[in-house]
C-alpha cells in the first residue's frame, strides 16, 4: 500500500514537473526532461524494491510452511519410535529370561525419564508388573519364599525404578496394593502418596525412604527397618509394625488407628504424640497413650 501511493506521488510529479520550471527560463526543456527521468528511475527503482520485498516474504512463507511440515513429520516420526519402544520393553516383560526382563524394565525408566508425558503410563506398567508377579494366587507368580530372601531380582529392579523416578505433578507414584514384597530393599526410596495397602513389607529395609501421605492400610512392616523414614501423614490403619525400627522416623500427623506397635524400637513417646491413634491402636510396654488419642477399650471378663 505504501508502495502504491508513493508510486501515484512520483506520477504526479512526473505530470507537475514543468510547473518547477516556469517559461521563460534558459534551458527548461532539458530540465524538465531530466527531472522526469529521474522520476522514472526512482519509479523503477521503487517498484523493483517492492519486488524484492514481496519475493522474501513470499520464501519467508514457504520457510514457514516447509518447517511445520518438518516439525510435523518429526513429531509422527517421534510417536512411533515411543511406540515401538514402549511395545519393545513391554514384550521384554514377559519374556522367560531373567535379563531380558531386566533390560525392559531400564527401557521403561529412560523412556519416562526422557519423555515425561510417558512417566504415567510407565508407572501403570511396572507397578502391575509387580503386582502380578508377587500376588499369592496369581500365574506366574514369583513370590519371595522369605523375607531373608527378598524378592527376585526383576522385581527389585522394578520397585527401584519406582522408587527413584522424577517426581511430577499428578504422577503416582506406584501402586503395588497387595504386593507381597517381603524383604525388599527400598532405603531412600520415594514413594511419597504411593499405593501400598495391603502390602507384605516384613523385613523391608525402608531408611530413610520418603513414605509422606502413602496409603498404608493392612500393610505388614513386621521387623521392618524404618530408620529416618517419613511417614508424615502417611495412613497405617491396621498396619503390623510388630519389632519394626522407628529410630528417627517421623510420624507427624501420620493414621495409627488398629496399628499393633508391639516391640517397636527404638519408639519414643515424642514420635507417638506427633501421630494419630485410637482405642485399637497397641503400644509397646512401658508407653503412654497420647492424651490426644481415644482411650483403650477395656473389656471385663
Same mark, same amino acid.
Given at each position: 500500500?505504501?508502495?502504491?501511493?508513493?508510486?501515484?506521488?512520483?506520477?504526479?510529479?512526473?505530470? &507537475?514537473?514543468?510547473?518547477?520550471?516556469?517559461?521563460?527560463?534558459?534551458?527548461?526543456?532539458? $530540465?524538465?526532461?531530466?527531472?522526469?527521468?529521474?522520476?522514472?528511475?526512482?519509479? $523503477?527503482?521503487l517498484i523493483i524494491f517492492v519486488g524484492l520485498m514481496m519475493s522474501l516474504a513470499e520464501i519467508r512463507?514457504?520457510?514457514?510452511?516447509?518447517?511445520?511440515?518438518?516439525?510435523?513429520?518429526?513429531?509422527? &516420526?517421534?510417536? *512411533? &519410535?515411543?511406540?515401538?519402544?514402549?511395545t519393545r520393553a513391554v514384550n521384554q516383560l514377559g519374556s522367560d529370561?531373567?535379563?531380558?526382563?531386566? *533390560?525392559?524394565?531400564?527401557?521403561?525408566?529412560?523412556?519416562?525419564?526422557?519423555?515425561?508425558?510417558? &512417566?504415567?503410563?510407565?508407572?501403570?506398567?511396572?507397578?502391575?508388573?509387580?503386582?502380578?508377579?508377587?500376588?499369592l494366587g496369581r500365574p506366574g507368580n514369583r513370590r519371595c519364599k522369605s523375607a531373608a530372601d527378598g524378592p527376585e531380582t526383576d522385581i527389585q529392579a522394578a520397585i527401584n525404578v519406582l522408587g527413584r523416578l522424577p517426581a511430577r505433578d499428578g504422577v503416582l507414584r506406584a501402586d503395588l496394593t497387595g504386593a507381597d514384597l517381603a524383604g525388599a530393599r527400598l532405603d531412600r526410596a520415594n514413594f511419597?502418596?504411593?499405593?501400598?495397602? *495391603?502390602?507384605?513389607? $516384613?523385613?523391608?529395609?525402608?531408611?530413610?525412604?520418603?513414605?509422606?501421605?502413602?496409603?498404608?492400610?493392612?500393610?505388614?512392616?513386621?521387623?521392618?527397618r524404618l530408620d529416618g523414614a517419613d511417614l508424615t501423614g502417611a495412613l497405617l490403619d491396621r498396619a503390623n509394625l510388630t519389632d519394626a525400627r522407628l529410630e528417627g522416623a517421623d510420624l507427624t500427623g501420620a493414621w495409627l488407628d488398629g496399628v499393633d506397635l508391639t516391640g517397636a524400637v527404638p519408639l519414643t513417646q515424642e514420635q507417638l504424640e506427633a501421630a494419630? *491413634?485410637?482405642?485399637?491402636?497397641?503400644?509397646?510396654?512401658?508407653?503412654?497413650?497420647?492424651?490426644?488419642?481415644?482411650?483403650?477399650?477395656?473389656?471385663?471378663?
Open positions: 500500500m505504501v508502495g502504491l501511493v508513493v508510486l501515484i506521488g512520483l506520477a504526479v510529479l512526473w505530470v &507537475q514537473a514543468p510547473i518547477f520550471y516556469p517559461p521563460p527560463a534558459d534551458g527548461r526543456a532539458p $530540465a524538465i526532461a531530466t527531472t522526469r527521468t529521474g522520476i522514472v528511475i526512482a519509479g $523503477a527503482a512463507r514457504a520457510a514457514t510452511r516447509v518447517t511445520e511440515r518438518d516439525r510435523q513429520v518429526a513429531e509422527r &516420526q517421534l510417536a *512411533g &519410535q515411543l511406540i515401538e519402544r514402549y529370561t531373567a535379563d531380558v526382563r531386566l *533390560g525392559g524394565i531400564y527401557a521403561l525408566e529412560r523412556l519416562a525419564g526422557g519423555f515425561p508425558e510417558e &512417566q504415567p503410563a510407565v508407572v501403570e506398567m511396572l507397578s502391575a508388573f509387580v503386582r502380578e508377579h508377587t500376588r511419597t502418596r504411593a499405593r501400598l495397602d *495391603g502390602v507384605n513389607l $516384613a523385613g523391608a529395609r525402608l531408611v530413610e525412604a520418603n513414605l509422606t501421605r502413602a496409603g498404608l492400610v493392612g500393610v505388614n512392616l513386621r521387623t521392618a494419630h *491413634g485410637d482405642a485399637a491402636t497397641v503400644l509397646p510396654v512401658g508407653f503412654t497413650r497420647p492424651t490426644s488419642w481415644p482411650e483403650a477399650i477395656t473389656v471385663l471378663l
